[in-house]
């Protein structure tokens, strides 16, 4: 946590499709396969400066296609093979909560966590101190550019023709950290 008064300036990240390939509802760790430069590129944001965050709608726990600890699992892989790089991610959000449930406990017409809608990033933004004029949002969905407008940070669509490192490094936010 950023305990001073100074601001951070943040990466958001969406998971699927802009940290691992998307293969839809990607729940089990062994199935976890990176997007081109997507770990070097969590590292080169750490280096230069930024906090590094994963804001993600999960709805494959709410559809019971995989668990909340399976979840958790892929996320400890991301991490352990990010440290390997010596990259770091300092905070996660995820919403497993969807109209299309199975589980009752994860039912919500709209969830103020799930992007569109910018829960997981209000919640960042107060708990680091983000700077929102040097952040931004990457993410490969529609829902991510909208959530990131919704609290006046940058939104960028990832579509996959550059590899992601390659992407960040043409970041104009990036480019002048």
């Known amino acids: 946590m950023n305990s001073n008064s100074e601001t951070v300036s943040a990466a958001f990240l969406d998971r ?7 293969y839809g509802h990607v729940g089990d760790k062994d199935k976890l396969d990176y997007i081109e430069g997507a770990l070097d590129s969590i590292k080169f944001l750490k ?3 930024f906090k590094v965050f994963i804001v993600t709608n999960q709805a494959g726990i709410a559809k019971n296609i995989y668990t909340v600890e399976q979840f958790e699992g892929c996320m400890e892989k991301i991490k352990r093979d990010l440290a390997v790089l010596g990259g770091k991610i300092d905070d996660i959000r995820f919403c ?10 994860y039912y919500h017409p ?20 983000v700077d929102k004029k040097n952040s ?10 909208i959530a990131a407008n919704k609290v006046n940070i940058k939104g960028y669509l990832y ?3 550059l590899s992601m490192l390659d992407f960040v490094k043409s970041l104009p936010e990036v480019i002048h950290s």
């Not at 969807?98 to 589980?103: F, P, Q, T, Y």
């Not at 931004?136 to 550019?145: M, T």
């Open 16 to 22: 699927d499709g802009v940290i691992n390939i998307d």
């Open 47 to 49: 280096y230069a400066g």
């Open 96 to 105: 497993p909560y969807h109209k299309d449930a199975v589980i009752d406990k």
């Open 110 to 129: 709209n969830h103020p966590c799930r992007k569109p809608n910018p829960g997981m990033l209000i919640d960042l933004i107060k708990k680091w101190r």
């Open 136 to 145: 931004f949002l990457i993410g490969n969905n529609e829902s991510d550019v």
């Open 159 to 161: 579509d996959g023709s």
